[in-house]
Structure formats: structure tokens, C-alpha cells
């Protein structure tokens, strides 16, 4: 029925949108075929014993921290030279020319600096490449962002298998372990340092806190987490309030 709609909502057919239809197929029956492996493996956990389990949810949480960490790299984006204008390239391009120049240097344009008067997040964001990526080479910038979001996406996922382990069990961290391995955009997603890749681990790191919080015995214990807790969250809303 998908295809169906996608064929007759087309109104004029080239190369790419047989290549799109083709690949869309593709990474549907992936996806269908990954969710019943993972339907199958949650139903063979359950058979396994709890030391087993230990040692399976350890061993999937390392290879995929790893994975999350490494695999970005391949799906870095060449900027400037890319088909895409979305806010990351905007952002990039601006403080790549800047140079830890103050922004008074960019014209007054709408891709410019009024891009930031009227995106305020991006304008802190936008001062916080511009600080740390100062002195580097185009090439040393798109590097090191991606290892950046990379470590700050992995550090998310490895948060939210702690997450599902702490409020199930360890059986639901392995399943949550095998379901975010197979999940795409962690990978190329992950690759761009931006708002939305740089908040995500205050959010779940926040919610990780809370959860600590809400199962410690001592009162001190409590209180420590929530203040933790508290303070993570307000700085991820600082960056990006809608995530």
C-alpha cells in the first residue's frame, strides 16, 4: 500500500526516486526482519539464566557503547560541500569562518547573523564552536565534531540501557542493548554535533538521576540525586529547551 501511494503520488519519476523507493524497501524489510529478531531474542532471554544474563548484558553494553562510538565515522559529513542547509551546516559554516572571531564579523544576512538573533539556542551553541573549534583546519573540525556527538551519543545510549536495567531488570537492559544497536540514526545522526545531540545526554543522564533518587534508602542519598539530577536537566534545556 506504501509503495502504491509513493508510486502514485510521484509525478515525474528520475533515477534518484527509483533509487530512493529501492533503498526505502530495503530499510523497511531490515527494520521488519531486526524487530523479530529482536521478538525472538527477548523470548530466548527470558529462558537464560541470571548470571548468563549479567554476562550478556555486559559484554552487549560494551560492544555497543563501542559501536555508537566508532561506527559515526563513517557517516561523517564533508561540510561545507554537502547537498543538505539545514541548522548544522549554517552553524558550521559561520563559526568555521569566524575563527573565534567575535560574530559582529558575519554580515547581517538571514544565513548570517541574523540567523542567531533569531535562533537563540543556536546562537550559544554557535559561541560554544566557535570557542572550542577556533584554531582547527576544516578538515581537524568535522573530525573532531563527530567524535564529539559520537562520544555524546554513545554516552546517551549506554545511559539508557543503565535507565532500562535500573526501572526492569537486566534482561530489559539486554533487550533495550539489542534494540539501540540496530537502531540507524544513533549512527548517522550521531555523526553531526549538534543541539539536538548535545542536549540528549542531559536529558537521559537527568532522568537516569531521578530514577537513582527516587530508589535510594538514605535521605542524603535522595537529595545528592535530585540536585544532580536537577542540575543536568537545566543544562540540557539550556542548550535545546524542546528536547
Not at 76 to 97: E, G, K, L, R
Request: charged content about 10%; aromatic content about 16%; proline content about 3%.
Amino acid at each position: 500500500v506504501m509503495n502504491l501511494i509513493v508510486i502514485f503520488a510521484t509525478p515525474k519519476w528520475h533515477i534518484d526516486n527509483v533509487i530512493a523507493l529501492i533503498l526505502g524497501n530495503v530499510i523497511l524489510m531490515t527494520a521488519i526482519l531486526y524487530l523479530f529478531f529482536i521478538a525472538h531474542a527477548s523470548k530466548k532471554i527470558n529462558t537464560l539464566a541470571l548470571t548468563t544474563v549479567h554476562t550478556y548484558y555486559l559484554r552487549s553494553l560494551l560492544i555497543l557503547g563501542l559501536a555508537v562510538l566508532i561506527v559515526p565515522y563513517f557517516f561523517m559529513i564533508h561540510v561545507p560541500h554537502d547537498a543538505h542547509d539545514w541548522d548544522f551546516f549554517v552553524v558550521f559554516a559561520n563559526t568555521s569562518a569566524l575563527h573565534g572571531r567575535t560574530f559582529d564579523h558575519l554580515a547581517l544576512t538571514e544565513n548570517q547573523r541574523l540567523y542567531f538573533l533569531h535562533y537563540p539556542n543556536n546562537q550559544w551553541f554557535g559561541m560554544i564552536q566557535n570557542f572550542l573549534f577556533a584554531k582547527t583546519t576544516l578538515a581537524s573540525k568535522m573530525f573532531l565534531m563527530t567524535g564529539l556527538s559520537s562520544l555524546l551519543t554513545s554516552s546517551s545510549v549506554v545511559a539508557g540501557s543503565l535507565l532500562a536495567k535500573k526501572v526492569a531488570s537486566e534482561k530489559m537492559g539486554l533487550c533495550y542493548n539489542l534494540a539501540a544497536f540496530g537502531f540507524l540514526p544513533f549512527y548517522v545522526y550521531g555523526a553531526q554535533f549538534y543541539t539536538d545531540t548535545a542536549s540528549l545526554p542531559f536529558v537521559i543522564f537527568g532522568v537516569l538521576f531521578i530514577i537513582y533518587a527516587l530508589k535510594a534508602t538514605q535521605t542524603t542519598s535522595k537529595i545528592l540525586w535530585w540536585i544532580i539530577a536537577l542540575l543536568v536537566i537545566f543544562s540540557g534545556y539550556y542548550i535545546k529547551p524542546t528536547v
